[in-house]
Each structure stands twice: as structure tokens, then as C-alpha cells.
């Protein structure tokens, strides 16, 4: 008798605005559901909850927020969708996540006054994403998917920022990916990573991040 059913893949996608993450995420659950395996899309900030329509306000610039106290609600924002995340995966459901603790360590500490232990802390203890698909784009190629749009964050400068952050984030469980190519090519491409990420889960505990 088996003692446990297989449980779903935790997938994250991180990046900059305009690398074609929230593309990928739909295309990939679209393509997992098809082909029978159990997958749910999500996505941080959650702006449905209560923590989250603040968040929402915060990066529609239509409230000011000291930096420390909107790191903290990012994080919360994560924390409060931790026992949902941890059902649907043990019951099997992969999860497929728009961006995660690392946007929230990124963002953040791309801000000169706090630091990147600061920011992690609050995260330490999540559950830890079976692998992370970091896509990079060129400036160029970001610069022909359009302007960026008016919310807080959504500038050259800040982005690059980010993306030194993410580079110091990025550990053996990342697969970078180059997705300066056709939307296409690219989702097959990492329904490939994904297919294997699903297939070596099964057999390995979840995880907490940072611990
Ligand atoms: N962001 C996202 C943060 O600053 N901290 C976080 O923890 C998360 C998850 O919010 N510019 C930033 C990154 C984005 C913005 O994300 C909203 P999106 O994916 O553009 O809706
Ligand atoms: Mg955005």
C-alpha cells in the first residue's frame, strides 16, 4: 500500500516587468491541464484579499506606504495563502506561482535602506518552490514589448536594480531561461523543465524556504 498520494510540483516564475511571465504561467497550466496533469495557476501579490487590495493601492500609487511596513504586507500577502498552497499541493495539484518571495527580496532591497538579510527574513519558513524559472530578457527586446506601465516600480533604472538583485538570489534551484524568443518556442521550452520538475517532486518532500 502506498502511504502517500504523489503530491503536486511547486513552480515559481521570477523576473523583471516585461520578461513574459505572466504569458508563460498561463500557457504552461493551459498546456499541463490539457495533457492531464492537475495544475493551478497563482500569482503574488494576491490582490483579492484584504492585505492585497493595500498592496494594490500602494503599487497604483494611490497610497504612500513607509517601505519597511509594505515589505512586511508582501510577505504577509504569501503567508496568509500558505495553508491553501500546502492542501492543493499535497492533494496533488501543481502549483504554477507569478513571482514569489525573490520579486519580494528584489523589489524590495533594489531600495537603498534596506538591506537583503532584512528582507528575507519575513520569508524564511515558506514553503520553497520545488524550482524557480528565472526568466531574462535583453533591454532591447523588453524595450520593443512596450512601455512600462505607471505603476510604482515601472522604471528603467529601478528594474535593473532588481535584476542585480535577483542575480544574487539565484541558487541550484534556479533554471535560468533566455526568453528573448518567440512565445511559442519559449512555452515549449519550459514545458520541458516542467515535465521534469512535476516528474521529480513526487518523490521529495516540500520544503521551507530560508531555513
Ligand atoms: N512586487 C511583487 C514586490 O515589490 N514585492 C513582492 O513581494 C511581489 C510579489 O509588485 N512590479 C512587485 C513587483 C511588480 C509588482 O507585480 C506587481 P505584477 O506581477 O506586475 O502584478
Ligand atoms: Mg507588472
Redesign the pocket.
Known sequence: MSTSANRGAFIVFEGC?KSG??TQCSLLVERLNRDGISAQLL???DRTTTIGKMIDSY?QQSCQLEDHSIHLL??ANRWEAMPKMNELLNSGVTLVV????F??VA??SAKPELSMEWCREPERGLLRPDRVFYLTVGAEVASQRGDFGA?R??KKDFQAKVATMFDKLKDDSWTVINADKAVTELSNEIFEHAMNVINSAQTEKLGKLWL
Open positions: 516587468d511571465k505572466s500569482k503574488f501579490p503599487l508582501f510577505a507569478d513571482r514569489y518571495s520579486s519580494g523589489f524590495s505603476e516600480y515601472e
